[in-house]
């Protein structure tokens, strides 16, 4: 995807200087290599900036807060899901509660992602 923009570069560079609590725990799961492949946090892909990154393998992982049970962002994270498997990347939502919560079967949904 070629369609990034300025705005969309500068968006991931202030999302990355500004993560949530949940987006902060799991970068601390992915980060390093932790779980064998790099990952990038607020890495911009086509328009959108997306919580997390594994381009070798094209898996997006989005920490999704209450904010994304409402109606309208749902629609919204349905398009910038749909955009991402057109450009060919697996995406993966996981909730906030379940990065504070559980974040051992975080973890293992990830491990059956990256490893099938």
Not at 20 to 36: H, V
Not at 50 to 71: K, M, R, Y
Request: some cysteine; overall charge positive; aromatic content about 8%.
């Amino acid at each position: 995807m070629t369609d990034q923009t300025p705005t969309t570069i500068q968006r991931a560079r202030v999302s990355r200087r500004n993560p949530t609590n949940a987006e902060g725990r799991m970068w601390s799961l992915l980060r390093d290599r932790r779980l064998r492949y790099k990952f990038r946090r607020q890495h911009p892909i086509g328009k959108y900036v997306v919580d997390f990154a594994c381009p070798a393998i094209q898996l997006v992982i989005e920490v999704d807060g209450p904010s994304h049970d409402a109606e309208a962002q749902r629609v919204f994270d349905e398009a910038r899901t749909e955009y991402h498997q057109q450009a060919g990347w697996r995406v993966m939502r996981v909730p906030n509660d379940h990065v504070y919560q559980s974040p051992g079967e975080v973890e293992a949904a990830i491990w059956s992602v990256l490893e099938p």
